[in-house]
């Protein structure tokens, strides 16, 4: 019982993390609730079964970190890269997959691993003894989620997320917006200048309403209810209540004078916040929103400062169960309070396919050594997965945390090279290399430990 590891949810992460354990010579036990228990999105019994789009996004492993973070995969011989491309679509740049050949590899390679075993059974509780990973997803089931909520706390764990969008901080017009905390609040000139102001005039204004009225807007998937729409409504809908509603709320202009035009009071303010300790990440403040992704980058491309942002990702409400990871997580990924017990895929606040499997990934590998006695040298945060890892357990803002898909801006800058949108393809080169060199000598310093 105590050498063997235990893994709740063969999803995406939970496969990855099963594979990575049984390929380390430790005996698995996958525990699925599917086909017995179901959830409103998945259809099958199959493990890692893909929810929605067949896309793992794009392949470009010098260009685009998601790209590179199938690279790393691929180097750690991960079973969900080898059967992505095993079933792969043609589809341009990006890496599409065969959905139904995906899932049925992944199972069948799993159930012919001689060191796992899979149960369809829903666990529903957070077991005191022995190695466990949770890699529930973000459709856990609810029995598991209240268990977890009465270890966590009912803060640390969120059921739905509402992302607004974030921006890159270098793509944000400087000469139009400004530093500075509403009234000037706070103990230090950090925190005086916490938040980035984007200011709008009377015209300005009125045309964004009607371009958020305007706008495309995604439908909510069945069985998502809108419930929890207190206290974060989508933009579109607090505009739809009166055109006032907005300035009224998150774009109120009170307390903030703009420096660019001390005597010109702003008629509206969008404010941006800080969205990682490194500083490269702004979060849009209050902007969660249903608009489909076209017609969020036209309508946020509006907002005075932010005419040329590159967002890291754009906003969206779903149902999600996520935990409030930077505060609960170790850097192992285990549950201070409780560190027999792993979480890993999107429950710990990563978000999509790919990075789900890449925290599986880790967490597998981390728990096999755990259960062989090795400690693994720390995951170098120069790697995808490092920066993935670090920003969940520690370089998020903990306070305002919001699941996180895989973007350069979670990455440390490259010394001596040009900032901006000219010298994005010579950076984003040396993020990719320098993060390969340092997964791969990773991987080598894991494999002699
Ligand atoms: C409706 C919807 C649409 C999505 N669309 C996309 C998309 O298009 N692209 C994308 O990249 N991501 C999408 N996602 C996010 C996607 O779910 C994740 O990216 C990915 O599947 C998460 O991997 P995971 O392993 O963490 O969770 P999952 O893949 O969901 O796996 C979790 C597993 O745990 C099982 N489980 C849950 N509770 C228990 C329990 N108590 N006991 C035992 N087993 C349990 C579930 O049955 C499931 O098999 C979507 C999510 C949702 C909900």
């Known amino acids: ?14 496969s990855e993390a099963a594979w990575q354990a049984a390929q380390q010579g430790i005996d698995v036990v996958i525990h699925e609730m599917r086909p017995t228990v ?87 509780e957070l077991p005191r003894d022995g190695h466990w990973i949770f890699a529930t997803g973000p459709l856990t089931s609810p029995a598991l989620g209240a268990a977890i909520q009465a270890e966590t706390g009912a803060e640390a764990l969120a059921f739905f997320d509402a992302i607004a969008p974030i921006v890159y901080a270098e793509t944000i017009d400087m000469s139009r917006a400004w530093m500075q905390s509403r009234y000037d609040k706070g103990e230090t000139e950090e ?50 209540r009166g055109r006032e509603t907005l300035r009224h709320g998150p774009m109120k202009p009170v307390g903030l004078t703009n420096p660019h035009q ?29 608009m489909k992704y076209g017609a969020q980058t036209a309508v946020f491309k509006t907002i005075p400062g932010l005419e040329e942002a590159s967002f890291a990702r754009l906003g969206g409400i779903h149902r999600n169960t996520f935990l409030n990871s930077p505060t609960l997580l170790d850097a192992q990924m285990r549950l201070k309070s409780r560190p027999n017990i792993r979480f890993a895929g999107q429950i ?11 925290m599986g990934l880790l967490a597998g590998r981390l728990a096999a050594a755990e259960i062989q006695g090795r400690t693994l040298p720390e995951v170098p945060q120069d790697s995808a997965m490092g920066a993935l890892i670090h920003h969940i357990t520690g370089g998020a803002e903990a306070k305002t945390f919001q699941p996180m898909n895989v973007n350069f801006g979670l990455f440390r800058p490259v010394d001596g090279l040009k900032g901006g949108r000219r010298g994005r393809k010579d950076r984003y080169k040396a993020y990719t290399d320098r993060a ?6 990773w991987l080598t310093e894991a494999e002699n430990k």
């Open 1 to 14: 019982m105590t050498d063997r590891l235990h893994i709740v949810g063969g999803g995406m992460a939970g």
């Open 38 to 124: 179901g959830t409103f999105a998945h259809q099958t019994g199959n493990l890692a079964e893909m929810v929605c789009s067949n896309s793992f996004r794009s392949d470009d492993d010098e260009q685009n970190a998601v790209g590179l973070l199938h690279w790393e995969m691929r180097a750690a011989g991960g079973l969900i890269m080898s059967a992505a491309d095993a079933h792969r679509l043609p589809a341009g740049g990006a890496l599409a997959v065969d959905r139904d050949p995906f899932a049925e590899t992944v199972t069948a390679r799993l159930h012919a691993h001689p060191r796992v075993s899979v149960t369809a059974e829903e666990v529903t």
């Open 191 to 240: 925190e005086r200048t916490a938040y980035l102001n984007c200011p709008m005039d009377r015209d300005q204004y009125e045309a964004f309403i009607d371009a958020l009225l305007a706008a495309d807007k995604t439908e909510f998937h069945e069985g998502e209810t809108a419930t929890y729409f207190d206290g974060c409504l989508p933009i579109e809908v607090m505009a739809e």
């Open 262 to 290: 001390p005597d010109v009071k702003p008629h509206a303010v969008v404010q941006l916040r800080r969205d990682n300790a490194l500083g490269t990440l702004y979060n849009i403040v209050g902007f969660q929103t249903k």
């Open 348 to 358: 710990t606040g990563v978000e999509g396919y790919v990075e789900s499997a890449a």
């Open 436 to 441: 390969k060199e340092a997964w791969s000598a």
